[in-house]
């Protein structure tokens, strides 16, 4: 069974611009958390997705918002874009999000974000 | 606010000793808590430990919670170059998909 898929694994982009990260969960996972990652914060949470439908957000700003489609890929887009956004972004799937063993998230590589 | 704080934040060891890893938790509605192994990118899963008292285990890996005293450890014993990694715990709560996260042990296993 394949893995979480994220693509593309490195983006570098300037001040202003905007950017569109892509996940494919594990077949038959139909919830999507995403996650980013820096030295001084570590991995914090984004937002959660579930039958297209975000169940959850963490406390970032609104430039950060994602979606998800009815195969259950998803999608997170960060619009104009400053250097405190330059982190790795990690998606993890899981098989409903909630209860047991269901509850457990799988991580992809991630996508490496620069902005210069 | 949910606050997960793990130590040591690094460990040196050599092949062959046993290490424990700390986590402790404040995590609102909590449900579960969850042990990752992170070596280059993608966080890889060890344990879930939802009850308190049930050890569970892996190979040279074993874990632990304790619900009273909102802790949880991940022992490793015999360990090896392998073992070098970044050691992730997280708490999950009753609230859809949010995993909050220690900032993690850094272990480093010499020959």
Redesign the interface.
């Known amino acids: 069974k394949a ?2 898929t994220q693509t593309p694994r490195y983006l570098i982009k300037t001040r202003g611009q905007q950017v569109t990260l892509s996940c494919s969960p594990i077949s038959g996972h139909r ?1 999507v ?1 995403w ?1 980013q990652q820096t030295p001084g914060q ?4 984004l937002f ?1 997705y ?1 039958s297209e439908t975000q ?2 957000k ?1 406390n970032f700003p609104g430039r950060f918002s994602g979606r998800q489609f009815s195969n259950s890929r998803s999608e997170m887009n960060v619009s104009t874009l400053e250097l405190g956004d330059s982190a ?1 972004y ?1 998606c ?1 799937s ?1 098989l409903t ?2 209860g ?2 269901q ?8 996508t490496r974000l620069s902005v210069l | 606010e949910d606050k997960v704080v793990q130590s040591p934040l690094s460990l040196v060891v050599h092949e062959g000793d046993t290490v424990t890893l700390n986590c402790s938790y404040e995590v609102t509605n909590f449900r579960s808590l969850l042990w990752y192994k992170q070596e280059k990118k993608a966080p890889t899963f060890l344990f879930m430990l939802t009850s308190s008292g049930i050890e569970k285990k892996s190979g040279r890996l074993s874990s632990i919670l304790d619900k009273k005293e909102l802790f949880s450890i991940l022992n490793i014993t015999a360990t090896q170059t392998g073992d070098s990694a970044v050691y992730l715990c997280a708490g999950l709560e009753t609230a859809y998909g949010k995993l909050t996260f220690g900032q993690g042990t850094i272990l480093t296993v010499h020959p």
């Open positions: 893995g979480v919830s958390s996650y570590g991995l914090q949470f959660e579930f169940r959850n963490g790795l990690l993890a899981s999000g909630t047991g063993s509850n457990i998230q799988y991580f992809g590589a991630g």
